[in-house]
Each structure stands twice: as C-alpha cells, then as structure tokens.
C-alpha cells in the first residue's frame, strides 16, 4: 500500500522583481524563501530550508480592437 504525505507545506514568503525592457516585455525575477525547514529524510530529522529561484519573461499581447460600421 502506498504512503502519503499528508502534512503540510513548510511556510514560506514570495518575492517578485519585473522591469520593463520594452513596450510589450518585461523581465521577471522571483525568489521564493522558506521561512521554516523543509522535511527531513527520515522521520524527526529536520531538513534545509527552502529556496527558489526563477528568471524569466513575460511578454504582452494586444488584441487589435475592430470597429462595426453601423
């Protein structure tokens, strides 16, 4: 039989950083910190504290607006 975890996720904060490099894109950073370790590999162990970094874009579409002859 399969064993499920089903304790929770260790409490963390997300930062998020954007500029943008033009008029449809923007640059993004997000750092994600664990305000509490993570679980350990064997049980009562304690294990490292979460980090997460992730560079990455984001780009912007405009839908063309139509206009009805009326």
């Known amino acids: 039989m399969p064993r499920w975890c089903t304790g929770r996720t260790p409490f963390r904060i ?3 950083a954007a500029y943008g490099v033009a008029k449809h894109v ?3 950073f997000e750092l994600r910190l664990g305000l509490e370790r ?3 590999s ?3 162990a304690e294990g490292p504290r ?3 970094v992730s560079p990455g874009a984001r780009f912007f579409f405009v839908k063309a607006s139509t206009r009805s002859c009326s």
């Open 14 to 16: 997300d930062l998020e």
């Open 26 to 28: 923007e640059l993004l």
């Open 38 to 40: 993570d679980f350990g």
């Open 42 to 44: 064997a049980p009562g």
């Open 50 to 52: 979460p980090l997460h």
